[in-house]
Structures are given as C-alpha cells and as structure tokens.
C-alpha cells in the first residue's frame, strides 16, 4: 500500500526537518 511509504516519507522529512 501507498500508505507505507507515505508513513516512511513523512519520517524522513520529520528527520531531516529535526536536523
């Protein structure tokens, strides 16, 4: 499902926007 990677995308930007 595209909800997988939506959830994986979003915690990347999360990361990266912590940064």
């Not at 997988?4 to 912590?18: F, G, L, P, R």
């Amino acid at each position: 499902m595209r909800i997988i990677i939506v959830t994986v995308v979003y915690a990347v930007c999360n990361s990266v926007k912590h940064i």
